[in-house]
Nanobody, 120 residues
């Protein structure tokens, strides 16, 4: 499975960005998929995850601001990020696995990441 993120960039506090993840290769509709982020000097943090049945889970820090969704027909994963804060600045990664790791960073497949910078 290959995962490629896109949609990162720079935005002012309070702004919005939409991240996308395109999956290719031996994709499977039964994969759990998630978004993670890593800021400089910090560990990888689970942001949001979605199961094949549509169940979602979010980190408390983004609850109510971020929305994860998936389009199984197009093999894409999306993260809509609203009301962005400076502390959301990080490299964001897409991940996939048949195991429902949810927000645990133990996925088998990872993208290379896309940078999100929130600054005035």
């Amino acid at each position: 499975v290959q995962l490629v993120e896109s949609g990162g960039g720079s935005v002012q506090p309070g702004g919005s960005l939409t991240l996308s993840c395109a999956a290719s290769g031996h994709t499977d509709l039964r994969y759990c998929m998630g978004w993670f982020r890593q800021a400089p000097g910090k560990g990888r943090e689970g942001v949001a995850a979605i199961l094949p049945n549509g169940y979602t889970e979010y980190a408390n820090s983004v609850l109510g601001r971020f929305t994860i969704s998936r389009d199984n027909a197009k093999n894409t994963l999306t993260l809509q990020m609203n009301s962005l804060k400076a502390e959301d600045t990080a490299t964001y990664y897409c991940a996939a696995d048949r195991v429902a790791w949810l927000l645990l960073p133990r996925y088998n497949y990872w993208g290379r990441g896309t940078q999100v910078t929130v600054s005035s």
